[in-house]
């Protein structure tokens, strides 16, 4: 594979990294590995469209191509491109090029928010100011640089050396973060590290929705505990998550039933109140209109199939 653009040298350091996940995901999927908040993931054909819920992460593709919808804005992007989620987002993907001579390859870090603000704070004054909107897209995407390519491999690498990647690899994700906050991406991700930002105020509103889906949604009692007004908020959230906070809490009440049904066994009905659903033929049709067939026949015919599902 030939990857436009970028130098041999680069090109070299995207082969080798390959070559380390394949080693370490024989298998297809999602593969934890030997550090905490890594994760590979292999997959050797397209995939169906899947929906799942991104967590605060930088997931770097290393080999194939994906598509992801948040919201209303799709977003398509191939090898040596990562995505950053600053925040908890349900999105539906898609992987579009996959292979079993050129599987698709990415790697995944969960990010602590608290680690970024604190590595923001420490480098007041030395990082770049440049000016970006108040509120910004909890979703970017960007091409990656020698420099922050170079220290993936090294973190992953460390999967062969447990002992070093005790004192090495908190390094190495430190110096991934760093190298993130100094490009592209940076300044969006400030905005959400910084306390008094309108970014961050969605962002514990986001937290909130997270902890109490299940709850009614009282948009006046959100915007009071994030400190805004309701229509900043009603705004703001919609820039930063494409869709406005009822349609957040009903893809995720929607998401956590699916995954109730599948994984757990749970009748329509039982998973509809779990969620917060009071009338289960309600939730019957939101979720025919989600997912484009009813609960019984879309889990039915989930159940059937073989498809891994990949989320990195």
């Not at 999105?91 to 090029?97: A, E, K, L, M, N």
């Not at 990010?111 to 004054?125: A, Y």
């Not at 390519?149 to 447990?162: E, H, I, K, N």
């Not at 006046?220 to 900043?232: G, P, Q």
Request: aromatic share 6%.
């Amino acid at each position: 594979m030939t990857v436009v653009g970028n130098d041999q040298n680069t090109e070299r350091l995207r082969q080798t990294l390959a070559r380390q996940i394949l080693k370490w995901s024989p298998d297809e999927g999602v593969q934890p590995s030997g550090l905490a908040g890594l994760e590979l993931t292999r997959a050797n054909t397209p995939s169906t469209s899947y929906c799942t819920v991104y967590e605060p992460s930088l997931c770097l593709l290393v080999q194939g191509g994906k598509t992801i919808w948040l919201g209303d804005r799709k977003i398509a992007y191939g090898p040596l491109t990562y995505v950053v989620s600053s925040v908890h987002l349900p999105v539906t993907g898609q992987v579009t090029t996959a292979s079993a001579e050129e599987p698709y390859l990415a790697v995944k870090l969960t990010v602590n928010p608290q680690t970024v603000t604190d590595l923001v704070l420490e480098l007041d004054g030395e990082l770049p100011q440049v000016a970006c909107p108040e509120a910004t897209c909890g979703m970017y995407t960007t091409h990656a640089d020698y420099p922050l390519l170079d220290a993936m491999t090294r973190l992953v690498g460390l999967l062969d050396s447990p002992a070093e990647a005790r004192i090495l690899a908190p390094l190495t994700l430190r110096e991934i973060l760093y190298r993130t906050l100094i490009g592209e991406m940076g300044p969006s991700m400030r905005k959400f590290a910084a306390s008094n930002s309108q970014s961050n105020r969605i962002s514990r509103a986001i937290m909130l929705l997270q902890e109490r889906f299940a709850e009614p949604l009282r948009i006046r009692d959100l915007a009071d505990e994030v400190n805004m007004s309701e229509s900043s908020l009603f705004h703001s959230f919609k820039q930063v998550t494409r869709m406005s906070p009822l349609q957040f809490q009903k893809k995720l009440r929607l998401y956590e039933a699916r995954r109730l049904m599948l994984s757990e066994g749970l009748e329509a009905a039982t998973a509809s109140y779990r969620v917060g659903y009071e009338s289960p033929s309600h939730f019957s049709r939101e979720y025919s209109r989600q997912f484009g067939e009813s609960p019984r026949a879309n889990v039915s015919r989930l159940r059937g199939q073989t498809t891994v599902q990949v989320q990195a």
